[in-house]
């Protein structure tokens, strides 16, 4: 396969697993600071949206106040900030374009599809609220469905694991940035833990990956801090966390080693990363530092994009 | 301008018959059924991502090209004769241009004037001398036809550069299929769909001696902003080979070779949709970043083929469009099948007088021009375009010809007021590869959808229909 094709599948998906990671960021916001401000007290939580976004920075050098219009506008539609949701559709739809032959019908479709959607319904933003939780839904389809297609359809060769990476890549991302941005309400420092504060704001961590149902399910009891830390970093049964995106990630560069026969630094850089979490333990963590944990993580995942792409897509 | 011919009720309204089938239909179908069921066709075409950008606006802008339900139908019997008559042009195109980088006969027999080919931006002196496996040079020609009577096509251009358009020839095929099968129920058109089989086939068996028994074929493309993207990237999946862009692609010991996620992979003929000038940034346009620096140094060392040859653009000049039939008769000795349009050369004093007197009446192309743009169409033109093109012809006439303006024929269309004739032409595909050359049988018919209009170019507002040769 041309290496260029390969980078377009990686990068295809990485923005479509983007879009949805912040359309599910935006729902999370929204849903704490649509609750009385006795149980959100003085946190910005537009703010905290930005920074798990990754895009504080870029924001705050064109505006002063995070307020919902503004980070949501930001965040969703802003055509100057290149990871806006309508930027990485349309980033996505240009990489799927150019590597048409690479992808099946159905995976097109989608994605084309959800482009002229953008460019007919959502051109001009959104309104309402009720728009705007049509338009994050919108984005969560458009991802499932891209993501469903390419499950159902694709044949299992290079150009199906390339595009993996890049949804796992991201993803593990993603995740890590919730952790790093929210760790200060993982600790477990004093014994206010279970107020309404801290509860909704773990809730809503829980939001961003689509987890908290899975949280009940694997611990039943309720949200505890260092738990929704466990299940987000070393649970590989729970589709977005670190341990699982990382055997994820093993596993497809794995298979790419085989069908090429050869092995090199990005399967062996993978694979001691997934060790790593496979044999931590929460606690461990907790001791050594959670936040130093999570930035060494989110390091080690970045210098595995850049591995990849040395080692198959230049 | 005479009453046009009508491909569907000739002269004198009488039903020709190749069309029965296709009027009892119609006369069956209410006008809104077709008209959903164009709604339904342009869904498909937006959603299937059939489009092609215009230079000059956004790339969001993409557009359709409009496409029109009303299939045009062609006898069996009058495509064996333009079959025919496209293989013999295409043969004594490729039997030229081996003349023109080598022994020049028919220039010393002064059949074509010498400062046409030299003084000629499409002529490339890299080639002088040079074979080309298999002495073919254009392995993909497009032809374009129109048509005047019941009796008589005629060549309006010959394409044997880059010609394209056979993604909707093969897509507008599909989609007729899927939206009217019982049309074709009840008509024995002959299949089209073997088009990139033959195409794929005809590459592999040009491919140079090195080549392994395998060749390897990519096809180039200048990339996603290019106007045919959509196109070069139909046929590449069709094909089943990469869709390489210059960046792809690395020259090494005069090998040619792509960039893959394994490491270096050998390219053995490159079906190449980049003009001449944008292949190669050392030999040609230096400012090129579309192109593959040394891939002219592989391509005289003999290691890749490229289709079309390098320099075929001096066979599809307009001027020299005007010696084809000489060019025919001068290789071939034969009749030529097909005619040209009359055409006045205003290079020749006596010619370029008769066409300042007559501007009003003749269509004036640019030598070097196409997509229809810089023409001058006289009798829509007004005296102001007229008097401006005057000038233009008298500072530089080699630079034009001039053509009556034929009534070209008209085909029954969708228009706003219901079913109405509009102007068509029609473009076939000749593949020729190291011992065969063949004609799928159809075409792309371009229509011209503004009523009275004779252009039909995409770029221009024109329409596409699906084009049925019957099998008979």
């Known amino acids: 396969m041309l290496s260029r094709t390969a980078e377009n599948l990686y990068w295809l998906a990485r923005y479509i697993e983007r879009a949805e990671y912040l359309a599910r960021t935006i729902e999370a916001t929204l849903r704490v600071t649509a609750l009385p401000s006795a149980y959100v007290g003085q946190t910005n939580e537009w703010d905290s949206a ?105 044949l299992r060769n290079d150009a199906y694991w390339f595009s993996r990476l890049g949804l796992h890549l991201e993803r593990a991302d993603n995740t890590a940035r919730i952790l790093d941005v929210k760790y200060h309400l993982l600790l477990p420092q004093d014994e206010h833990v279970g107020g309404p504060l801290d509860y909704y704001q773990w809730t809503s961590i ?24 466990d299940l987000l970093i070393l649970n590989d049964t729970l589709p977005r966390s670190l341990a699982s995106c990382y055997g994820n990630l093993v596993r497809n560069l794995d298979q790419i080693g085989v069908a090429y026969g050869r092995q090199g630094a990005a399967q062996r850089h993978a694979r001691g990363i997934r060790n790593r979490l496979e044999h931590s333990h929460i606690d461990d963590i907790f001791q050594r530092g959670l936040h130093e944990f999570i930035q060494e993580f989110i390091a080690d995942n970045n210098r595995l994009g850049e591995i990849i792409g040395k080692q198959y897509l230049i | 301008m005479a009453v046009a011919f009508d491909e569907m009720n000739g002269l004198d309204g009488a039903l020709r018959p190749a069309y029965e089938e296709l009027s009892r239909w119609l006369a069956e179908t209410p006008p809104d059924a077709l008209e959903h069921r164009r709604a339904e066709a342009e869904l498909l ?5 059939i489009t092609f950008a215009v230079y000059g606006e956004a790339e969001s802008t993409e557009r359709l090209i409009p496409f029109d339900v009303i299939p045009r139908i062609i006898s069996g019997k009058e495509w064996s004769r333009l079959e025919a008559g496209l293989k013999q042009r295409t043969r004594a195109i490729n039997m030229f241009l081996k003349d023109l980088y080598h022994g020049r006969d028919i220039l010393r027999a002064g059949v074509v004037p010498d400062d046409l080919v030299f003084q000629n931006p499409a002529f490339r002196p890299e080639m002088n001398g040079q074979d080309v496996p298999h ?28 010609p394209s358009g056979v993604s909707y020839m093969l ?9 009217f099968p019982d049309l074709f129920a009840r008509h024995r058109v002959a299949p089209v ?27 180039l493309t200048p990339g996603v902003y290019n106007s045919a993207f959509y196109e070069h990237s139909f046929l590449a999946d069709k094909l089943g080979v990469e869709l390489v862009e210059g960046r792809d692609l690395i020259v090494k010991n005069d090998e040619v070779f792509m960039r893959t996620t394994e490491g270096l992979k050998r390219v053995d003929v490159l079906y190449r949709r980049l003009d001449d000038d944008y292949i190669d940034p050392l030999t040609f346009r230096p400012d090129s970043a579309l192109g593959v620096p040394g891939l002219m140094s592989a391509y005289m060392a003999g290691n890749i083929t490229l289709a079309n040859a390098v320099g075929t653009g001096i066979a599809d000049d307009k001027a020299m469009y005007s010696y084809m039939p000489d060019i025919v008769k001068f290789y071939l000795g034969e009749e030529p099948i097909l005619k040209n349009v009359p055409t006045w050369r205003c290079r020749e004093a006596g010619d370029l007088a008769y066409v300042l007197d007559n501007l009003g009446d003749l269509v004036v192309k640019e030598v070097h021009g196409s997509g229809g743009y810089g023409m001058l169409i006289g009798p829509a033109a007004t005296k102001a375009t007229i008097e401006a093109f005057r000038d233009k012809l008298k500072r530089e006439p080699e630079g034009f010809i001039a053509q009556p303006t034929l009534a070209l024929s008209t085909c029954p269309t969708c ?30 018919t371009r229509v011209a959808l503004q009523e009275g209009s004779l252009v039909v170019n995409s770029s221009q507002g024109g329409g596409t229909k699906d084009t049925w040769i019957l099998d008979e």
């Not at chain 1, 919108?138 to 159902?152: C, I, K, M, N, P």
């Not at chain 1, 149902?213 to 611990?219: F, I, L, P, Q, R």
């Not at chain 2, 075409?45 to 991502?49: A, D, T």
Request: charged share 25%; with cysteine.
């Open chain 2, 45 to 49: 075409f937006r959603r299937i991502g």
């Open chain 1, 50 to 154: 930005l920074q798990t976004a990754g895009m504080n920075f870029g924001f705050h050098a064109k505006q002063e106040i995070a307020d919902e219009e503004s980070v949501v506008e930001y965040i969703a539609f802003a055509p100057d900030n290149p990871s806006s949701i309508r930027n990485c559709i349309e980033a996505a739809r240009l990489n799927a374009r150019s590597v048409r032959t690479a992808l099946t019908g159905e995976m097109w479709d989608t994605i084309n599809g959800a482009w002229l959607e953008l460019q007919s319904v959502w051109s001009n933003g959104t309104k309402s609220r009720e728009q705007l939780a049509r338009f994050l839904r919108f984005v969560q389809e458009t991802s499932l469905r891209f993501d469903g297609s390419a499950y159902r359809t694709m």
């Open chain 1, 206 to 229: 829980l939001r961003s990956v689509s987890a908290l149902t899975a949280y009940h399910w694997v611990y039943r009891e309720t949200l505890k801090p260092w738990l929704i830390a």
């Open chain 2, 171 to 179: 897509e507008n095929r599909e989609i007729m299929m899927r939206l």
């Open chain 2, 415 to 444: 228009t706003a007021s219901g079913l109405a004739p509009r102007h068509v032409d029609l473009r076939p595909f000749v593949l020729t590869g190291s011992k065969n050359i063949n004609v799928v049988p159809g075409g792309l």
């Open chain 2, 193 to 219: 769909e073997k088009y990139p089989d033959e195409l794929l086939s005809c590459l592999r068996s040009v491919a140079p001696r090195s080549a392994s028994t395998e060749p390897t074929v990519a096809l």
């Open chain 2, 135 to 162: 002495d073919v040079y254009v392995h993909i020609a497009g032809i374009d036809i129109v048509r005047t009577d019941p009796d008589e096509f005629y060549v309006l251009e010959d394409n044997a550069r880059t």
